[in-house]
């Protein structure tokens, strides 16, 4: 598997301990409020509120808790206005990471950002330092040993998704953003055993990790994941899967 779908993964395994669902529910409580101050309250017309709605679905969040926070977002009840940044630097070894945060003090923010970074070995850069790197895609994981390649590609190609990858043990597809509700709507109809769906920044190349510097990443991903004003972290790292297992158990 590839270094990103590995970690994300492992990431949503360990996320499904009870003790990460507040956590959970504070970032998507987040994004469904930016979501609705940005584009507005209507869930049909506001792509980004509607995968936010959808993500905290699959968390189980309370219909009361996600109306709140879309009336809150949208002006209608007094919440706290957050504002988008997005970081960029250098991890262990030198790999791309790409921080998006929200947040109601960025002074704060940059400073345990940076924090986090330096105490792993990594440092801050200029916007557009690593950005480049990154491309915006749909992005699908099938573990092979519940769907063979022949069944992947069809319902690919059936649903509009433009590639599979062979991945070691488990298919990869990825489509175009625009496509990623259509393409996963299409899986969810088929019941397709998606073990991985997400909109994603894939990285266009990786840099290999191992040992010291494979553990100081996983540890800097981590820290910077678990921060308050963190939504997403994104980072050009390849490490082979039982360092990163042993490295998160």
């Not at 990460?20 to 509120?49: Q, Y």
Request: aromatic share 6%; net charge negative.
């Amino acid at each position: 598997m590839s270094g990103h779908s590995k970690w994300s993964t492992i990431k949503r395994k360990k996320g499904e301990a009870d003790a990460k669902r507040g956590k959970a529910f504070t970032k998507i409580i987040k994004e469904i409020m930016v979501a609705a101050r940005s584009g507005g309250a209507d869930v049909n017309g506001n792509p980004r509120l509607r995968a936010a709605v959808t993500a905290a679905k699959v968390e189980n969040m309370p219909k009361d808790n996600i109306e709140r926070a879309i009336k809150k977002g949208a002006g209608e009840m007094e919440g706290v206005n957050y504002e988008e940044i997005r970081y960029e630097g250098y991890g262990p070894g030198g790999v791309a990471v790409l921080v998006e945060t929200l947040t109601d003090n960025k002074n704060r923010t940059v400073s345990e950002v940076r924090h986090l970074f330096s105490r792993a070995g990594g440092n801050m850069a200029d916007a557009g330092a690593v950005g480049w790197i990154f491309s915006k895609r749909g992005f699908f994981s099938f573990p092979k040993d519940k769907i063979d390649e022949d069944a992947v590609t069809t319902a690919a190609l059936e649903a509009g998704a433009e590639d599979v990858k062979d991945a070691g043990d488990a298919w990869e597809v990825e489509c175009a953003p625009a496509d990623y509700e259509a393409v996963k709507n299409y899986f969810d109809e088929h019941k397709l055993p998606v073990e991985l769906a997400e909109l994603t920044m894939i990285p266009q190349t990786t840099v290999k990790l191992d040992g010291r510097q494979a553990e100081a990443m996983i540890r800097l991903m981590e820290g910077l994941e678990d921060h308050d004003d963190v939504q997403h972290v994104y980072a050009n790292f390849d490490i082979d899967e039982k360092t990163m297992e042993a490295a998160t158990a």
